[in-house]
């Protein structure tokens, strides 16, 4: 199941950091199914790359909110 944008924007960021390198280990684990044609839906891959890329937006969000202004 994918996971919503507020969702992710709504954790915090020692949480977003757990949750990406668990959906990195999934993905991992969904590309072995794959290549071994053991993975019923392939969908999923694209769907766990997805969340990876929400999150990593979301960490990024918060990284620069947290950075002062450079000018």
Known sequence: MMMKASEVRAMS???LNEKLSGLKKDLFYLRMQ?????????QKIVETKRDIAR???VLREQELKAA????
């Open 13 to 15: 960021t020692e949480q």
């Open 34 to 42: 794959h290549a071994t044609n053991q993975l019923d839906n392939p």
């Open 55 to 57: 999150v990593k937006t």
């Open 68 to 71: 002062p202004e450079k000018q």
